[in-house]
């Protein structure tokens, strides 16, 4: 079925839109589904705020060579799935590498990241990042390692001195009393 024009150039700027939009875009094989396991990668992908979309690879096609994105292509054989990620760019990997190992009959293509097109390998890679949110804790884990150490540091001379001042104190108590 050949969609009219208008359709088609309202279909590839909503693809051009969320290509452009997304920090991450896997490209999915989901050949061999069923509707009930597909509606579950849907959900899943879904509550971590990515899109899951089956597009047609002519559209996907145009819409990516007109934002730079024209490497795309080469994954573009077959039916394809795009997980467009406005957000945490390694959720889509990680979520769709997850299920694969549930649901061997879902393919990894391909992607792009910030802007460049990545491999399926590359997507995996992606896919065994931690997340945003532990990569966040670990670097301010980091950090603050200095400023801790520092503030042990400066309450441990504190504490020194304390001590000092005790026992001159009590020294000198004890000097000036009479015997």
């Not at 051009?16 to 509707?35: F, M, W």
């Not at 931690?130 to 520092?150: F, N």
């Not at 400066?154 to 000097?175: C, F, K, M, P, S």
Request: no cysteine; aromatic share 4%.
């Amino acid at each position: 079925m050949e969609l009219p024009k208008p359709e088609k150039e309202a279909a590839v700027q909503e693809v051009r839109e969320k290509l452009s939009k997304s920090q991450a875009v896997v490209l999915a094989d989901y050949r061999g589904l069923n509707v009930s396991a597909l509606t579950e990668l849907r959900r899943k992908l879904g509550d971590a705020g990515i899109e899951f979309k089956i597009v047609k690879n002519t559209l996907t096609r145009i819409a990516s060579k007109e934002i730079g994105l024209g490497e795309l292509e080469r994954y573009l054989e077959g039916p394809t799935a795009i997980a467009f990620a406005p957000g945490d760019p390694v959720a889509p990997a990680k979520i769709i590498s997850e299920f694969a190992r549930e649901h061997r009959e879902i393919g990894i293509k391909g992607g792009a990241l910030q802007g460049r097109v990545i491999g399926p390998d590359d997507v995996r890679s992606l896919a065994e990042l931690p997340s945003r949110e532990v990569m966040l804790a670990r670097v301010a884990a980091t950090m603050a390692a200095p400023i801790s150490g520092l503030a042990r540091a400066l309450a441990g001379t504190v504490r020194n001195l304390a001590y000092a001042i005790d026992a001159v104190r009590r020294q000198e108590e004890g000097e000036g009393a009479p015997a």
